[in-house]
């Protein structure tokens, strides 16, 4: 049986209870692979995690290998071919008796936190790692860790395949459709309220989604809100951000990574930009993206913005480049 090494941080966490076991189950790397865990956690939880990896070990998985907790990054990602970096500060929490409702604070808060990490996955994982970052603010996060990682053969990812499966349902739901029958769906630029959900080139049974429900109307004033919006509209009812939502959506990303993508299809998360679509390269921008045969990840190109969508990636743009201003001193 293969073996593969996979880090997580953030595991005492909600997102990660309802990820771990997917992961060593077979589902996400293929029942014909071992996956040897490492949990990462500060440390005044670390000892939370022993309970976590009793109840993975009771699951009791063939494809489960070696379960380790730690509290030292550099030992948690020690040889990782897989990262996902779930752990951050979130908004509303109190750090030395200030409650960080600003994004501005949560990115620097946050960037202190991925500028270590992005150290030590640069320096210790294996070359050609691959590291998804789930912990807001996702997307600079991921700027900021891949800038000191400093690793060109590590592929970084920010998530937006939540994003991308709330937009789904959202159109499926119009259409009175099953979620399997939208595809393509991409999500350009930041995972926050500026995102955009593409409608126009999203295909339901194969069709234009905005030709299918044919209300611009609802488009532009109810789906895009209902989307970028839906993570609040969970907080207020839930009384939690996304937990089992989000699990779910990390576990869609590394799945579409690992597999060629289907013919005419995309999967959505954010890389690092090349220039495509007039987007200012580096920045982690949300694309539709495609895994080819051989194993690479590529932007999907020739797709047709227009007026509209350009004005919704303009302003998506802009704010990413308003948050690497904000954390330029972790970016030198």
């Known amino acids: 049986m293969k073996e593969i090494n996979v880090a997580v941080t953030g595991g005492a966490g909600q997102i990660a209870y309802s990820l771990l076991p997917r992961l060593i189950s077979g589902e996400t790397f293929g029942e014909d692979t071992k996956v040897n865990l490492r949990l990462v956690e500060i440390p005044q939880v670390v000892d939370k995690l ?18 380790t907790a730690t509290s030292d990054i550099k030992e948690g990602v020690k040889d990782a071919d897989w990262i996902l970096l779930v752990g951050s500060i979130p908004r509303g929490i109190v750090v030395d008796g ?102 126009n080139n999203a295909l339901i049974n194969g069709v234009s989604a905005s030709e299918v429900i044919n209300d611009k109307d609802w488009i532009e004033n109810d789906y895009l809100p209902l989307v970028q919006q839906r993570g609040k509209a969970v907080i207020d009812a839930r009384g939690a951000s996304s937990a089992a939502s989000a699990a779910n959506a990390a576990i869609d990303t590394v799945k579409a990574v690992e597999s060629p993508t289907a013919e005419g299809d995309c999967f959505s998360a954010a890389i690092a930009s090349d220039g495509s679509y007039g987007v200012p390269e580096g920045l982690i921008f949300g694309y539709p993206l495609k895994t080819n045969s051989d194993g690479d990840v590529e932007i999907i190109q020739g797709i047709e913005i227009n007026n509209f969508a350009q004005e919704k990636i303009d302003v998506t743009t802009q704010e990413l480049l308003e948050e690497k201003e904000a954390v330029k001193d972790l970016l030198s």
Request: hydrophobic share 40%; charged share 20%; with cysteine.
């Open 98 to 199: 200030k409650k960080i409702e600003e994004r501005s604070d949560l990115l620097k808060i946050n960037g202190g936190i991925f500028t270590a990490q992005g150290s030590a996955i640069g320096e210790f994982a294996k070359s050609d790692a691959k590291i998804l970052v789930v912990g807001n603010p996702a997307n600079t996060n991921a700027l900021i860790g891949k800038n000191q990682a400093n690793n060109p053969g590590q592929q970084w990812f920010a998530m937006t395949a939540l994003d991308a499966n709330r937009a789904k349902a959202q159109l499926a739901k119009k259409a009175e459709v099953e979620i399997s029958a939208v595809t393509n769906m991409a999500i350009w630029g930041n995972h926050s309220p500026t995102m955009y959900p593409d409608p």
């Open 50 to 67: 022993e309970g976590t990896i009793m109840e993975l070990i009771d699951c009791g998985f063939r494809q489960t290998g070696e379960l």
